[in-house]
Nanobody, 115 residues
Framework: QVQLVESGGGSVQPGGSLRLSCAASGSIFRINVMGWYRQARGKERELVARTIYGGSPDLADSVKGRFTISRDNDKNTVYLQMNSLKPEDTAVYYC?????????WGQGTLVTVSS
């Protein structure tokens, strides 16, 4: 079993920045994929960014140039640096991990971008 604990959400004005963190714990040998999804009110959950073990990061077109995803394999932690935030980035952000073909989700952290 794997647990994902997120932190770093909150409220920010347009143009501001936030950094999300997600730490994985439990029965982990290697996390194949680790990343972030988001779900805005009334919309489906969508991929924001993800990292594949040993591979390049993958970001949604809507966040390219503004968001950066990074990963610390020693700490089993993934980070999402969000800059130049827009109101349309408002959503609940969920950490996601794929471990031995099993998918795990965090509890979600709310990001609100509003003036």
């Amino acid at each position: 079993q794997v647990q994902l604990v997120e932190s770093g959400g909150g409220s920010v004005q347009p143009g501001g920045s936030l950094r999300l963190s997600c730490a994985a714990s439990g029965s982990i040998f290697r996390i194949n994929v680790m990343g972030w999804y988001r779900q805005a009110r009334g919309k489906e959950r969508e991929l924001v960014a993800r990292t594949i073990y040993g591979g390049s990061p993958d970001l949604a077109d809507s966040v390219k140039g503004r968001f950066t995803i990074s990963r610390d394999n020693d700490k089993n932690t993934v980070y999402l640096q969000m800059n130049s935030l827009k109101p349309e980035d408002t959503a609940v952000y969920y950490c996601n991990a794929l471990v031995r073909n099993m998918e795990y989700w965090g509890q979600g952290t709310l990001v609100t971008v509003s003036s």
